[in-house]
């Protein structure tokens, strides 16, 4: 297999024998500039805002700004080894496409396009509880690809555990359990255009085709469409759960289960000591809480706090090749990357988050070697210089 680095190559020879730009760009900022143009106002509000302000992402994005990598020279790194091992799956590359729900706002192959683009890649999804394609359909699409199932835990355990069986039988090996979203933060963009896809039977889907949730409703969900959001809407989160409640999830999910939102190295060691695989240092790209800590600026000290105890895996902010080897230098075992594949979706679909995801491990590749490394095993806070003052 051809190292990741080729994609380079071959965008300079077919440009070379036919005279042709790529289809898509290759720069993140334009990459978005594009796919703003092609979204919806609704859409591009709901992709691109966060909570607030906006501090907690532009801190996100400051924070790699802050960090610079420190190349070594008159190293052999010629032949390179990206891959990983997470939970016992081989992987060839440590990057996984994070949960982002309500896709077919952006493009109408929605999740399955993005499905199919990982896996053709061997790259894991996570899938959204929030899709809106139902998960039987993009496990579907994801053929033999590694899938996760990521959970907005519902008040209704009854709901809660056929959403889990359901994500077994269709082969989803993970659980990534969110909790930073229990309510939903203070979004100005979409809230000056009173748009919350949910409400309009988007980005629900495995709430519709769930036997449990629909014994719940009095009339099926053509007959009373009002009800049935109505009745998701009394469930999507439980703003009362507490560490003690993970009992219930490992009682009910026998593979590794990871919680997302962690920026704190207690809350790390108290999800290690409750039976956790690992956890996800995130702060939801921004769109949660504002004024919140960077999530790259947490994740050293959520890393040391747990070593090699559980698994410490990284999202929010993540734009290039560059910031991946950074969030590895910096404790990480793999990184989650979200708007820019939606960004590729919005543009072509399938083809478009394939591109994206290929420039990413494109400059990964070429950012490893060019540094003087062969792979992510060994990185460590020596390959950055001293953090710049903020």
């Known amino acids: 297999m051809p190292p990741f680095s080729s994609f380079q190559d071959e965008i300079y020879l077919h440009g070379l024998l036919t005279g042709e730009a790529p289809p898509f760009g290759t720069d993140p900022a334009g990459l978005e500039d594009a796919a703003r143009e092609r979204m919806s106002p609704e859409a591009y509000g709901y992709v691109a805002g966060g909570a607030g302000t906006g501090a907690t992402m532009r801190a996100n994005r400051a924070a790699f700004g802050r960090r610079a990598l420190v190349p070594r020279m008159l190293r052999d790194v010629g032949v390179r080894d990206l891959s990983c091992t997470l ?41 959204s509880t929030a899709s809106s394609t139902t998960l039987e359909e993009v496990a579907e699409a994801s053929g033999d690809g590694p899938r996760w199932f990521q959970l907005y835990w519902p008040k209704d355990r009854d709901v809660t555990v056929s959403l889990l069986q ?12 969110t909790l930073d979203t229990w309510l939903l933060g203070w979004r100005p963009r979409d809230l000056d255009r009173a748009h919350l896809p949910f409400l309009r039977r988007i980005g629900i889907a495995n709430y519709l085709s769930d036997p449990a949730f629909l014994a719940g409703l009095a ?92 698994t410490v895996l990284f999202d929010s902010g993540v734009r290039t090749g560059s910031d991946i080897l950074k969030a590895l230098a910096l404790g990480a075992r793999a990184v989650l990357v979200g708007r820019p594949y939606v960004h590729g979706l919005a543009l072509g679909g399938e083809a478009g988050v394939r591109h994206v995801l290929r420039c990413l491990l494109a400059e990964f590749d070429l950012s490893l070697a060019l540094t003087g490394h062969t792979g992510p095993t060994g990185l460590d806070p020596g390959l950055l210089a001293p953090p710049l003052p903020g």
């Open 87 to 127: 939970f016992g799956t081989r992987l060839p590359a440590p990057l996984l496409l994070a949960p982002v729900g309500v896709m077919s706002i952006v493009h109408p192959d929605a999740e399955p396009a993005a499905a199919r683009a990982a896996a053709g890649l061997g790259l894991p999804t996570v899938l």
């Open 166 to 177: 359901r994500a077994r039988a269709a082969g989803y090996t993970a659980l990534v359990v």
């Open 219 to 310: 009339k099926p969900v053509e007959e009373d469409p009002l009800a049935a959001v109505a009745h998701w809407a009394g469930m999507f989160a439980d703003p009362t759960k507490t560490w003690e409640d993970l009992a219930f999830l490992r009682e009910h999910w026998d593979g590794p289960i990871v919680l997302k939102g962690v920026l704190h190295p207690d809350d790390a060691r108290r999800a290690r000591d409750a039976g956790m695989d690992g956890v996800v240092v995130s702060n939801h790209g921004g769109r949660q809480v504002d004024g919140a800590v960077a999530a790259l600026d947490a994740l050293p000290a959520v890393a040391g706090a747990v070593g090699e105890e559980i």
